[in-house]
């Protein structure tokens, strides 16, 4: 087989032993690699029904096709548990250097299995696996040990991914860093802690074998080309921050935890005013010819010396969601968040969440005491210093705050809500706990059954189903029957790139077209050079269908019904009072119309089960007789 080794490595981290698993071509040619291939580890390896925090879920790691190779944006890996935060699939995305020494590590995919006793990292060094003692490693945060790994080691060739404090304290909505990229979504730094897991580096010495190296280098260079041109300008001179003043127009911005559409101050909490004011560099991943990463940092004042890799899904979550046009306390909170091992997405909305019950005096000065603030301080929108501090708080777990935001909205809004009678939930921005993007669906109706419906939650990265509100391919105020298609066309073709993975800001450069025709010829002809096979176009676009199905299947073995596809209550029951997208909402009549429409599509029962024909036309025989009906 060229480009895949044929073997996953299994690491029990109780009984510290390894073992090698073979797996056949055709299993590879199914699942690929990425969030697909991590699924399937995941799908075979956890213990169904278990508490995501104990020894019986695994950490399933996947690296790409293309990892190592020329192939540009294919240093990518996928990362799969139950999700803390959800209890259904957990998969999350990162790339750069870690991948590639995963790939040349000699390995497909990585389970740990277990709970180690003591804390520990893990050191993959080609075929050899060391268990070392991580006690002068607890409290240190991403960067700073993947540093003190690099150190220890002496060796830049050894790549790291850990957990800040956040995953230590099992903080729900804690991440893995590798490199300055996130495995961001799902709580799987709390995963991590809760094996004693503080890091896992890679050194892989062996080179990848692909099936024609000309043909690839080829085509690698056509892309390559492309790369730099205008297609992905937008990615280079910006980043994706430039969507704020995007969404802001649209009306979509979600403001003071998504009570508005539109931030009056936007303009300076926005990728233009980062770029002038408060840019340092930009950077890239590995193998990536694009480089999209905004490096912002603050030069004077109480925040001098914060420094954060800026992306559009953080600043909407702790700049305006938060009400916060203060670009260097976004900027300090992002920092916080990166070093802490905190999701950014999850820990905005949590915090807005939490601004929200103090505007409605649901909290009081007194909730938010800590060792800075012994008498509290006022929980308000606007307030960088607040926003600032509860980062801290909550990869800390420090004080009542602190425990309560770190596990995210849908438990803290539960827990408050039976503590004082309170219904602040009707304010928690979450599907299936998973905190929301920074697109308000309340007029984006294709979108909201994307995200409705999302395995993960509500997800923009795994439905892509915005793309035709907000290009007007439809009218994005009103349903009609199309909708169905459109958000399972829209997930499958996301599905395809987190399963090859390739960054999918490269999707414009095959041929200008990011659809499916611009883009899976290309895809199919990448897939054949490296690993001598014959895949076609249909052959790609079920990469995706499978990707998806897997992890619903896992959804539903994990005791998935219709009402977990949901949406807050909030779009449900609030429009939103100004701007072009004011005065829409979902109502129950079109969410049920959409479900409807949704599943159809996806050829599944009109509750949403997968029928077992279906399983078996995809050729996943055995996902069928557990959960086929
Ligand atoms: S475009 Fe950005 S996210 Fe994608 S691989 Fe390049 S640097 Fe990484």
Redesign the pocket.
């Known amino acids: 087989m060229y480009a895949y080794w044929g073997k996953i490595l299994h690491i029990d981290l109780a009984t510290r032993k390894t073992w090698s698993e073979s797996k056949p071509e055709e299993w590879y040619k199914m699942y690929i690699g990425g969030v697909s291939m991590a699924s399937r580890l995941c799908w075979e390896n956890i213990e169904v029904g278990c508490d995501p925090l104990s020894p019986g879920n695994p950490i399933c790691i996947a690296g790409g096709i293309f990892s190592g190779t020329p192939v540009p944006?294919g240093g990518k890996y996928g990362m799969v548990s139950k999700s803390p935060l959800t209890g259904f699939v957990g998969d999350s995305l990162s790339?750069s250097w870690l991948p590639i020494s995963l790939k040349r590590s000699g390995w497909d995919g990585i389970v740990i299995h277990n709970a180690s006793n003591d804390w520990v990292t893990v050191f993959v060094d080609d075929d050899k696996v060391e268990f070392r003692d991580a006690s002068h490693l607890l409290g240190l945060g991403c960067g700073a040990t993947e540093e003190a790994i690099r150190e220890e080691m002496g060796d830049d060739q050894v790549r790291s991914a850990s957990i800040g404090p956040a995953g230590e304290k099992l903080a729900r909505i804690a991440n893995v860093s590798n490199d300055g990229r996130k495995a961001g979504r799902c709580g799987q730094g709390a995963v991590w802690g809760s094996k004693k897991l503080k890091a896992l580096s890679i050194r892989g010495t062996h080179g990848v074998v692909v099936a024609d190296p000309e043909e690839l280098m080829k085509l690698s260079f056509e892309i390559q080309q492309a790369a730099q041109g205008p297609h992905t300008e937008k990615?280079r001179v910006l980043g994706t921050s430039s969507n704020v003043l995007s969404m802001n127009r649209l009306g979509l911005l979600p403001t003071r935890n998504y009570q508005e559409g539109v931030f009056e101050d936007a303009e300076l909490v926005c990728g233009e005013y980062l770029h002038e004011h408060n840019k340092a560099k930009t950077i890239?991943?590995a193998q990536?010819p694009?480089?999209?990463?905004q490096v912002g940092h603050v030069k004077e004042g109480a925040y001098a010396g914060a420094m954060a890799h800026i992306e559009y899904e953080s600043l909407y979550a702790l700049g305006s969601n938060c009400g916060l046009n203060d670009m260097k306390a976004v900027i300090q909170a992002i920092a916080n968040c990166n070093e802490g091992g905190l999701d950014t997405m999850s820990t905005g909305v949590t915090i807005s969440w939490a601004f929200e019950c103090y505007e409605k005096g649901v909290f009081t000065k007194e909730d938010f005491k800590c060792e800075k603030y012994p008498d509290g301080f006022e929980a308000e929108f606007g307030n960088g210093e607040a926003v600032v501090t509860l980062t801290e708080m909550m990869y800390n777990r420090e004080g009542y705050m602190g425990n309560l935001l770190a596990d995210g909205t849908r438990r803290a809004s539960k827990q408050v809500d039976e503590e004082r009678g309170t219904e602040s939930y009707k304010w928690a921005m979450n599907i299936k706990g998973l905190e929301l993007p920074g697109y308000d669906a309340r007029a984006l109706k294709t979108f909201s059954l994307g995200l409705a419906t999302g395995v993960r939650g509500g997800c923009h990265n795994r439905s892509a189903a915005y793309d035709p509100d907000i290009k007007g391919e439809v009218d994005r105020f009103t349903i009609d029957d199309t909708r169905g298609e459109l958000a399972k066309s829209t997930e499958e073709y996301a599905a395809v790139y987190d399963s090859l993975p390739l960054?999918k800001?490269i999707r414009r450069c095959f041929t200008g077209k990011a659809d499916r025709a611009g883009a899976w010829p290309m895809i199919a002809k990448l897939i054949n050079a490296t690993t001598g096979w014959d895949f076609g176009y249909d052959d790609v676009d079920l990469i995706g269908e499978r990707a998806h199905t897997i992890k619903k299947a896992f959804n539903i073995r994990e005791g998935w019904t219709i009402e977990d596809d949901h949406l807050p209550w909030r779009w449900q029951h609030e429009k939103m009072k100004e701007g072009p997208s004011a005065g829409y909402l979902v109502t129950q009549e079109e969410l049920d119309a959409l479900k409807d429409m949704y599943y159809k599509a996806k050829g599944w029962t009109k509750k949403g089960l997968i029928p077992k024909k279906k399983l078996v036309a995809l050729g996943m025989d055995d996902v069928a007789e557990e959960i086929g009906v």
């Open positions: 944006v790339g990615y890239a991943c990536c694009i480089g999209c990463e960054c800001f």
